[in-house]
């Protein structure tokens, strides 16, 4: 008896080590087991931009091979060390050390995206969620420690997370590049070109194309609300999650600054054309670039061609095409970035400079807080953040489509929580669920997050967050703005910054004439 328990444990163990193939395009790719999850990393979408392919509309991928392995990632696309900085710091914060995060490998060969999926049956017909990161669009990776998809695919989505080229080489033109089939907004095509992709292939990992939900923070969010506005994207992907966004598209360029700005690095590395600029080492453009423009940041342009419109013009019209979000905000969105000797005259002297929120009047409302920063914070949050969101999810309703608003406030309940509270980026590890070994991460945090992604993953397969034994989650209509607590409270709550919200809806509706606070 022993003896044939023993067998067939063997036997399973040998067919759940056996490496996970599925065909695409011809290639054979082999992946691997991540427990349950098949995982099949660095896969190409397109042809490398190099050379001639640098500033240029990405290419279907013509190199193919018999068999690839797919069992490790590829490098990230060119930037500097900015966000894994950012990640080494938040370790000390919390009492790690930087060593906790390896070096980065980076490349303009960066084309690759990554799939986890419980099921590589086509029948399987699961939702997609397409995960595009952040990182001011200068700098991040699809494979980032709290990006990986093995938890939220064990829990019935395929999900998917998208590399894009950054800074100078995706967000960039030139005075050569008119009439080109992409004329900037390069990383924005680059994720287009990943949605083709998805389209023609996933079904063979179990995904439903019809069921292609993009979400994604900061930046990446941002990009996602773009591309809801732009044609040759709108059809590639049915809802949108948007987590920690939606003032950053307000004050979008146009094709003319993304020329000037290409011009001028050209003319800072001596090239003379944008033939002489492809031939340039890219890391010397790199640190060119980053010497003379390091401030600058990489919105999606209005280049008119693939983005046709500015996105709050879109959003003031209510032109959303079919996409239903779900949006949100951490509490704490700015704190671990303030200064901890500023004062409350910091404060008042930046509330007179947000005029989207009321100017001077906005001081009124912040002033009884006792820590400046809690402040500071609430203003900048709210300017940058929850009032947008809240705005952008009332016109969702309003034009006849579905929104739902998340406020995302639970901290680590260790040291390092209590200094930046609720931060920016603090809720992926909960969606993703997958949390970093140095933060305190309790049973209340391990059940918050497994609801999160059950919210998640219903609004990605069904277009609705609610589900049986969830706690409801309202939409969020003008008549009653209500908001989901996610934090040590789950539930409703009414709509967060009234006071500052609505100075911010009246500055919308007259136009939005002055360059909100960055």
């Given at each position: 008896?022993?003896?044939l328990?023993?067998?067939a444990?063997i036997?399973?163990?040998a067919?759940c080590?056996?490496a996970?193939?599925?065909?695409v395009?011809?290639?054979r790719?082999?992946g691997?087991?991540e427990?349950?999850v098949?995982?099949?990393?660095?896969?190409?979408?397109?042809?490398?931009?190099?050379?001639?392919?640098?500033?240029?509309?990405?290419?279907p991928l013509?190199?193919?091979?018999d068999?690839?392995?797919?069992?490790?990632?590829?490098a990230?696309?060119m930037?500097?060390?900015?966000?894994?900085?950012?990640y080494?710091?938040?370790a000390?914060?919390?009492?790690?050390s930087?060593?906790?995060?390896?070096d980065?490998?980076?490349?303009?060969?960066?084309?690759?995206?990554?799939?986890?999926?419980?099921?590589?049956?086509?029948?399987s017909?699961?939702?997609?969620?397409v995960?595009?990161?952040?990182?001011?669009?200068?700098?991040?990776?699809?494979?980032?420690?709290n990006y990986?998809?093995?938890?939220?695919?064990?829990?019935g989505?395929?999900?998917?997370?998208?590399?894009?080229?950054?800074?100078l080489?995706?967000?960039l033109s030139?005075?050569?590049l008119?009439?080109s089939?992409?004329?900037a907004?390069?990383?924005?095509?680059?994720?287009v070109?990943a949605?083709?992709?998805i389209q023609?292939?996933?079904?063979s990992?179990g995904?439903?194309p019809?069921?292609v939900?993009?979400?994604?923070?900061?930046?990446?969010?941002?990009?996602?609300?773009a591309?809801m506005m732009a044609?040759?994207?709108?059809?590639?992907?049915h809802?949108?999650v948007l987590?920690?966004?939606a003032g950053f598209?307000?004050?979008?360029p146009?094709?003319?600054?993304?020329t000037?700005r290409?011009?001028?690095?050209?003319?800072?590395v001596?090239?003379a054309s944008?033939?002489?600029?492809?031939?340039i080492?890219a890391?010397?453009?790199?640190?060119?670039?980053?010497?003379?423009f390091?401030d600058?940041?990489?919105?999606?342009?209005?280049?008119?061609?693939?983005?046709e419109a500015?996105?709050?013009?879109?959003?003031?019209?209510?032109d959303?095409?079919d996409?239903d979000?779900?949006i949100?905000?951490?509490r704490?969105?700015?704190?671990d970035s303030?200064?901890?000797?500023?004062?409350?005259?910091?404060?008042?002297?930046?509330?007179?400079?947000?005029?989207?929120?009321?100017g001077?009047?906005a001081?009124?409302?912040?002033d009884?807080?006792t820590?400046p920063?809690?402040a500071m914070?609430?203003?900048?949050?709210?300017e940058?953040?929850?009032?947008?969101?809240?705005s952008?999810?009332?016109?969702?309703t309003?034009?006849?489509?579905k929104a739902?608003v998340?406020w995302?406030t639970?901290?680590?309940?260790?040291a390092g929580g209590?200094?930046?509270?609720?931060y920016?980026?603090?809720?992926?590890?909960?969606v993703?669920g997958?949390?970093?070994?140095?933060?305190a991460?309790?049973?209340?945090d391990?059940r918050?997050?497994?609801l999160?992604?059950?919210?998640?993953?219903?609004?990605?397969a069904?277009?609705d967050?609610?589900g049986?034994?969830l706690?409801?989650w309202?939409?969020f209509?003008?008549a009653?703005?209500?908001?989901?607590?996610l934090g040590?409270n789950?539930?409703?709550?009414p709509?967060i910054e009234?006071?500052?919200?609505?100075?911010f809806?009246q500055w919308?509706?007259?136009?939005?004439?002055?360059?909100?606070?960055?």
């Amino acid at each position: 008896m022993h003896g044939l328990i023993a067998l067939a444990l063997i036997l399973i163990f040998a067919g759940c080590s056996r490496a996970p193939a599925v065909t695409v395009d011809g290639e054979r790719l082999l992946g691997r087991y991540e427990g349950t999850v098949a995982a099949f990393r660095g896969i190409p979408f397109a042809e490398p931009p190099l050379g001639k392919l640098r500033w240029a509309a990405p290419q279907p991928l013509a190199s193919r091979v018999d068999r690839r392995d797919a069992t490790r990632f590829a490098a990230a696309c060119m930037q500097t060390m900015r966000i894994l900085d950012w990640y080494r710091d938040m370790a000390e914060t919390f009492g790690a050390s930087r060593d906790y995060y390896a070096d980065l490998e980076v490349s303009e060969d960066c084309l690759y995206l990554n799939v986890w999926t419980r099921s590589l049956n086509p029948d399987s017909r699961l939702p997609v969620m397409v995960w595009i990161h952040g990182g001011s669009n200068k700098s991040g990776w699809s494979y980032e420690d709290n990006y990986r998809g093995q938890v939220l695919a064990s829990q019935g989505a395929v999900v998917v997370t998208v590399a894009y080229r950054h800074g100078l080489f995706g967000f960039l033109s030139h005075p050569d590049l008119d009439g080109s089939d992409a004329l900037a907004n390069f990383g924005l095509w680059d994720i287009v070109a990943a949605l083709r992709w998805i389209q023609d292939n996933i079904e063979s990992s179990g995904g439903d194309p019809d069921r292609v939900t993009l979400f994604g923070e900061s930046a990446g969010a941002e990009n996602i609300l773009a591309l809801m506005m732009a044609e040759p994207a709108r059809d590639l992907f049915h809802r949108g999650v948007l987590q920690s966004n939606a003032g950053f598209g307000i004050d979008m360029p146009g094709l003319d600054d993304e020329t000037a700005r290409g011009a001028g690095l050209a003319e800072l590395v001596g090239a003379a054309s944008l033939d002489a600029m492809r031939k340039i080492d890219a890391a010397r453009l790199l640190e060119a670039y980053t010497e003379h423009f390091d401030d600058h940041y990489h919105s999606p342009a209005n280049d008119g061609q693939l983005i046709e419109a500015s996105t709050w013009d879109a959003i003031r019209r209510g032109d959303f095409g079919d996409h239903d979000i779900l949006i949100g905000t951490n509490r704490d969105e700015w704190l671990d970035s303030i200064d901890s000797d500023i004062s409350m005259d910091d404060v008042a002297q930046a509330a007179r400079e947000l005029p989207s929120i009321g100017g001077t009047n906005a001081y009124s409302l912040v002033d009884d807080e006792t820590d400046p920063r809690r402040a500071m914070d609430r203003l900048l949050t709210a300017e940058g953040m929850i009032c947008p969101s809240q705005s952008l999810a009332v016109r969702r309703t309003d034009s006849g489509g579905k929104a739902w608003v998340y406020w995302f406030t639970r901290q680590r309940e260790d040291a390092g929580g209590e200094k930046v509270g609720a931060y920016h980026g603090a809720e992926y590890p909960y969606v993703f669920g997958v949390h970093d070994d140095y933060m305190a991460t309790t049973d209340y945090d391990r059940r918050l997050s497994a609801l999160m992604q059950r919210y998640w993953i219903n609004f990605a397969a069904t277009g609705d967050p609610n589900g049986s034994e969830l706690p409801a989650w309202p939409l969020f209509e003008r008549a009653d703005p209500l908001v989901m607590e996610l934090g040590d409270n789950v539930g409703p709550v009414p709509a967060i910054e009234p006071g500052l919200c609505r100075a911010f809806e009246q500055w919308i509706e007259n136009g939005a004439q002055s360059t909100p606070h960055r």
